[in-house]
């Protein structure tokens, strides 16, 4: 089983930057070959996709809300996931989560390809 934990999340000003990043609890486990995602949910509003890796398409998907502003990648040898947020807006605001799947035939951004999940880290954009 693998436990993700998000941070960076917190508080900006509209326009401003913040950086989440996601790793495995324990020590060794690498990102590299399996599916990525972030995802992100707004009070009272459903869990959307924000932006994945998907290995098996050789692709990088955002959703059209973010292209240009946010950035998804991997560091530290594949053990960490990022994703880069500039600009914010306002409507970026919402729990954020990342999520990856040990299936090498995840073949779409969509929740239900993703196994495992972090709790989450809260994004609060000021406007």
């Known amino acids: 089983e693998v436990q993700l934990v998000e941070s960076g999340g917190g508080l900006a000003q509209a326009g401003g930057s913040l950086r989440l990043s996601c790793a495995a609890s324990g020590s060794g486990f690498s990102f590299d070959g399996y599916s990525i995602g972030w995802f992100r949910q707004a009070p009272g509003k459903e869990r959307e996709e924000v932006a994945c890796i998907i290995r098996s398409e050789g692709t990088i998907y955002y959703t059209d809300s973010v292209k240009g502003r946010f950035t998804i990648g991997t560091d530290d040898a594949e053990s960490r996931v990022f994703l880069q947020m500039n600009s914010l807006k306002p409507e970026d605001t919402a729990l954020y989560y990342c999520?990856?799947?040990?299936?090498?035939?995840?073949?779409?951004?969509?929740?239900?390809?993703?196994?495992?999940w972090g709790q989450g880290t809260q994004v609060t954009v000021a406007a």
């Open positions: 999520a990856t799947d040990l299936d090498i035939a995840v073949a779409s951004c969509s929740a239900g390809e993703f196994l495992y």
